[in-house]
């Protein structure tokens, strides 16, 4: 059994992430981290918590001092670093996965998003970066296709509130959000940064958020230097995800509605232009899930040497 503490329980993804480690037999929950709720049952956010358990408003030396056998970073940008400090300092074993954006960037750290750069440098990683949710529906979209493209992949995404978190701003506004569509970070997004890093290829990335709660859908129009057949660009697609159970094709278009309350993400409408020169793609998945507490859970299974899909894929979250 191997211990796993949550740092940031509080937030949306912290609930899933309660609720996927309570459905393992091998891992256990044993602390979790929000001051908000110091004191607290952890069962009063998440059911399927332990009933002894309560949060804790530890700090990071307090964490670490923990000694868990792994723990999972899930606060906003820009506050991992004291708590990964600490870890290095008072525990260099623990497995951190940061959900994050702050060591997305960092050649130390582990990009974790094993359908597209592999296993094998997560297998006993220490120090894991979990990919961004939009980063997860944009590179799945362009990394079977990356060697064939002329300029940028184009990616227009649009994303449920509950990517904006918990803390209060215009994009979890439900008055704002009401018959509206919302675009922001128009340039320099770090999704697109992020995408454009790991691809190794330029990527032109327009956010958008609207009033459904959860799930993300991104259309990526992609340019080809040479033209290639509708047969050519299916098996690209087949062959990249061939055997991976969180992946599915289809040749419908996903909608919202295809992605969310499921536990991978969905590829489809796969369209060529007359001349094969431009295909567009549509990926559909829920932000919470394998945007972010699913591809978690792959990646701290993977550094734990444990089994990656346990429980994952009839994982369906409780109604919210």
């Known amino acids: 059994m191997k211990t796993v503490g949550l740092i940031g329980a509080r937030g949306h993804t912290g609930r899933e992430l309660i609720a996927l480690l309570a459905r393992r037999e091998d891992m256990r929950l044993s602390f979790a981290v929000s001051r908000a709720m110091d004191g607290a049952p952890v069962r009063e956010l998440a059911p399927e918590a332990p009933a002894d358990l309560k949060f804790e408003a530890l700090d990071p030396d307090a964490c670490a001092a923990r000694g868990a056998d792994a723990v999972i970073l899930a606060m906003p940008n820009g506050q991992a670093a004291p708590y990964v400090a600490a870890f290095d300092a008072h525990a260099p074993d623990t497995v951190l996965v940061d959900l994050s954006a702050d060591y997305r960037f960092d050649e130390s750290w582990a990009y974790g998003l094993p359908e597209i750069y592999g296993r094998e440098a997560l297998k006993g990683a220490r120090r894991i970066s979990n990919p961004g949710c939009y980063a997860t529906a944009g590179q799945l979209c362009v990394a079977p296709v990356r060697p064939w493209l002329s300029g940028p992949a184009h990616l227009f995404g649009v994303s449920g509130y509950s990517g904006a978190g918990t803390t209060p701003s215009r994009k979890n506004d439900l008055a704002a959000l009401k018959d509206n569509l919302m675009p922001y970070m128009l340039a320099g997004h770090v999704h697109e940064r992020e995408m454009s890093r790991h691809l190794s290829h330029a990527v032109r990335f327009s956010p958008h958020v609207a009033a459904f709660f959860r799930g993300i859908v991104m259309t990526a129009q992609l ?61 559909a998945l829920d932000n919470l899930l394998k945007g972010a507490a699913v591809q978690a859970m792959q990646n701290l299974a993977l550094a734990l040497d444990l089994p990656e899909f346990d429980e994952l894929e009839t994982w369906r979250p409780a109604s919210r």
């Not at 990249?240 to 489809?268: K, Q, S």
């Open 223 to 283: 340019e080809f230097a040479r033209a290639v057949g509708a047969a050519e660009l299916c098996a690209a697609y087949a062959s990249a995800y061939e055997g991976e159970p969180l992946i599915r094709l289809t040749d419908a278009i996903p909608e919202i509605a295809d992605g969310a309350n499921i536990p991978g993400a969905v590829l489809g409408g796969l369209t060529l232009s007359e001349d094969g020169r431009r295909a567009v793609i549509v990926c």
